[in-house]
């Protein structure tokens, strides 16, 4: 078992600057591969970052490649998310999850097998 629970969300003004993090607990975290997803509302939920198990290696989805960056942090076991330059269409609820079984870097939620709650994010234009 994993409990994730994620934080850092909020109401942002479009080019500004949010950190997420996502701490967790349970079995070993460095055992699990970590992504990022999100979710507006009347939208499927959508890839957004990965990261292997070692932090050594990363994966984005094209519209947030340079502007976010996914990093972890196995002794404290968190992953964090820092959003840059931020556009009304980030707008979302943001999820962190686990993948305790496959090769790291999967984009289908339906790999991951556990999830945080979630948090709100909100660009202002």
């Known amino acids: 078992q994993v409990q994730l629970v994620e934080s850092g969300g909020g109401l942002v003004q479009a080019g500004g600057s949010q950190r997420l993090s996502c701490a967790a607990s349970?079995?070993?975290?460095?055992?699990?591969?970590m992504g990022w997803f999100r979710q507006a509302p009347g939208k499927e939920r959508e890839f957004v970052a990965a990261i292997s198990r070692s932090g050594d290696s990363t994966k984005y989805r094209n519209s947030v490649k340079g502007r976010f960056t996914i990093s972890r942090d196995n002794a404290k076991n968190t992953v964090y998310l820092q959003m840059n330059s931020l556009q009304p269409e980030d707008t979302a609820v943001y999820y962190c999850?686990?993948?305790?079984?496959?090769?790291?870097?999967?984009?289908?939620?339906?790999?991951?097998?556990?999830w945080g709650q979630g948090t709100q994010v909100t660009v202002s234009s």
């Open positions: 999850a686990a993948n305790t079984v496959w090769y790291w870097g999967r984009e289908n939620p339906d790999d991951y097998d556990y």
């Open positions: 349970g079995r070993t975290f460095s055992s699990a591969a």
